[in-house]
């Protein structure tokens, strides 16, 4: 029993965080970006360090290059001259001088192979995070258009603003003409005062015509020939 109990929380939480996660997925993407862009400008900011080192390293390289083969030179002359104890001497400090050159160029070689790798690093979260900037501006476009959707399928489902609106639209149709209306009421006055009468039984033949017509006018019109 406790451990149907257990897992069922645990799928509940697994269910809450999934479901908070998707909502704050907007925010998420975007503090995930910041910390990936926080990262890379540490690890360019080591990089600097690297090379500005690799590059102090590479200038005492040089200056010891020059002791050495100005020492060696100075020595050769010292032998030339048969002057042992000076030869000696300059030969203790070029053996010296070596031993740390070696040293040097060992620390540059690997101060190579950081700078390297690390900045192998530094161009790939570079893209990854170009990557992640152009996703999170398609994300808030997908994430607008779900929400207007949203709601217009809210507002379709509810039928509330549609329905107000189309019943308003049969209202305004259903309605009667006005000017119609006076039309016919008008009708409805010539006939009580029998105005028509007199037009309605020219019309079936009894008595002149009391209106003009199309063919009256033409007659008018040739008699005047």
Avoid: C, W
């Amino acid at each position: 029993m406790f451990l149907t109990l257990k897992t069922l929380m645990t799928g509940a939480n697994a269910r809450a965080e999934e479901k908070v996660r998707d909502v704050y997925a907007i925010e998420l993407i975007e503090q995930k970006t910041r910390e990936a862009s926080s990262s890379l400008a540490a690890a360019k900011a080591t990089l600097a360090s690297l090379i500005q080192r690799h590059r102090g390293e590479d200038r005492q390289v040089r200056s010891i290059e020059a002791r050495v083969s100005d020492l060696t030179d100075r020595a050769t002359k010292a032998l030339d001259d048969d002057n042992e104890a000076m030869a000696s001497e300059a030969a203790n400090a070029i053996a010296q001088l070596e031993n740390e050159l070696e040293v040097r160029r060992q620390t540059l070689a690997r101060l190579d192979q950081r700078i390297m790798r690390l900045r192998q690093s530094i161009e790939t979260g570079h893209r990854r995070i170009i990557d992640l900037k152009q996703g999170a501006i398609t994300a808030k476009a997908v994430r607008y258009e779900q929400s207007i959707q949203a709601k217009l399928n809210t507002t379709l489902q509810g039928q509330s603003s549609v329905a107000e609106a189309e019943e308003l639209i049969a209202n305004v149709l259903k309605k009667d003409d006005p000017f119609e209306q006076a039309e016919i009421l008008a009708d409805i006055d010539r006939d009580l005062s029998h105005e028509t009468l007199a037009d309605r039984m020219s019309d079936a033949g009894y008595g002149a015509a009391t209106r003009a017509t199309g063919a009256d006018v033409l007659k008018r019109l040739k008699s005047k020939k």
